[in-house]
DNA sequence: GGGTAAGCGGAAGAATTCTTCCGCTTGTAC
DNA sequence: GTACAAGCGGAAGAATTCTTCCGCTTACCC
């Protein structure tokens, strides 16, 4: 985690400068929507937000006029520590390794954070900390992918967009088993690390070009947030 | 699709017998719910589909007075279909392909249909013709994998509930790529086939237990679930 | 045809959530 | 200490959606 000292600053939107209480504050409603967010996901009352920071919903539209932007604030940090992974993993001299070790610490991420779950998946133009986290990773893991082509250990149609189905994927099983069955994703790993070992049993499905990909990662907002909850 | 012509019945539930125009509207709501379900998922709001259908709100809630209630009735021919294409399955002499196809046509229903992507890793215990549908694709498919293991092609530490697992990856994929991307599923699917294949290169963690994995199915309520009680 | 209960649709009330507004409080500079 | 702008919280208005209610209509039986 990088220094977080000064008061007016996260995306790299300079603030004209926050008086300390408002600079405390803002500090509490992005750990606070972390918190929540890793909770419940990306779909939160924002109400619930600024009480769990214990601040008013006023405070809250103050400093993040929108859900994308606190969205961002709040998970620029796991976005560096993802990256951080794919540097760890470029630093295994077992490129395989490296390569496996980071999809499992990824894919662990996902598991362990609701809303970075989802995060992963999406893109936000506006936030320029946050996409640089994702293109420094994006870039090292075009680089693991090629060293662990090079070692002979991963099939040669790999592409990088297949991390972002494996991630979606991913997305599905943690979503789906929840707290019910929380290894889950495990094995489904375990059955994709396998299938992207050489030696490729079979061609594969075309996967979709970069561009395709990153228009689907570009929706933004997950689900429409309607349906209040149908209960019973 | 079965007989629809008798009025009042649909999971089972004998409505005493409907009048010929409440019979009327009665399929023209399971339709109108079909068609909305499938296109914007299964949060779309009660008066869409009203709407779509020609009536009132208050003639959809006589006849169906929760979400799932439609919800089963909605997919019944879906999940039927989906039977049926178990069924097909085992039609197949070749016990890998029949297995293989299967998995196709089950994904490629995941993503025609957005509602029923969401349905399939879903249980709704009230619903009894639903169910019923459920639970002989599972027969057909516990059968499905012991061919396909006496064959020698299917890997031998493949359970059944490897295909819920699948059927979470390929919805969350489905869910994230969307129209941007609507061939993707396919690549997530060749994969799995592949890993699914013998020889099973190396040991996968546990899968989880079929109880667990049934509780995950169990939760109610699809898309972003918040606390139930929200706690505050 | 006529009586009757089933059926219908839209309005209305309740519950959420989003977002803005406004008067009061408080940190900071001098 | 004082002035004042920054900051604050809660209320309030708007928008959805859920669910029920009620007076009017109509299919069905005789």
């Known amino acids: 985690?990088?220094?977080?000292?000064?008061p007016g600053q996260g995306t790299g939107h300079e603030q004209p400068v926050l008086r300390a209480d408002a600079a405390r504050n803002r500090e509490r409603i992005v750990s606070a929507a972390c918190a929540v967010f890793s909770q419940r996901g990306l779909e939160v009352a924002m109400e619930d937000i600024a009480r769990?920071?214990?601040?008013?919903?006023a405070t809250l539209y103050r400093r993040f006029p929108t859900r994308e932007a606190l969205i961002a604030d709040a998970f620029e940090h796991k976005m560096t520590a993802h990256a951080d992974a794919v540097a760890d993993a470029l630093e295994d001299p077992d490129p395989w390794r490296g390569f496996c070790g980071y999809l499992e610490r990824v894919c662990?991420?996902?598991?362990?954070?609701?809303?970075?779950?989802?995060?992963l998946t999406l893109t936000f133009?506006?936030?320029?900390?946050?996409?640089?986290?994702?293109?420094?990773?994006?870039?090292?893991?075009?680089?693991?992918?090629?060293?662990?082509?090079?070692?002979?250990?991963l099939r040669a149609d790999f592409v990088a967009e297949d991390l972002a189905i494996l991630l979606m994927a991913n997305a599905g099983v943690v979503e789906g088993t929840g707290e019910?069955?929380?290894?889950?994703?495990?094995?489904?790993?375990?059955?994709?690390?396998?299938?992207?070992?050489?030696p490729a049993p079979q061609p594969l499905p075309d996967p979709?070009?970069?561009?395709?990909?990153?228009?689907?990662?570009?929706?933004?907002?997950?689900?429409?947030?309607?349906?209040?909850?149908?209960?019973?």
């Open 52 to 57: 769990e920071a214990g601040v008013g919903v």
């Open 108 to 119: 662990a991420m996902q598991a362990a954070d609701r809303g970075f779950a989802s995060v």
């Open 1 to 6: 985690m990088a220094s977080t000292d000064t």
């Open 180 to 198: 019910a069955a929380p290894e889950t994703w495990k094995r489904l790993l375990g059955y994709m690390i396998q299938s992207f070992a050489t």
């Open 125 to 153: 133009p506006a936030a320029k900390g946050f996409e640089a986290q994702r293109d420094r990773a994006y870039r090292g893991f075009v680089e693991l992918i090629q060293r662990a082509k090079n070692a002979g250990r």
């Open 208 to 232: 979709p070009s970069p561009t395709l990909m990153h228009r689907a990662l570009l929706r933004l907002r997950p689900g429409p947030r309607k349906g209040c909850p149908p209960r019973r």
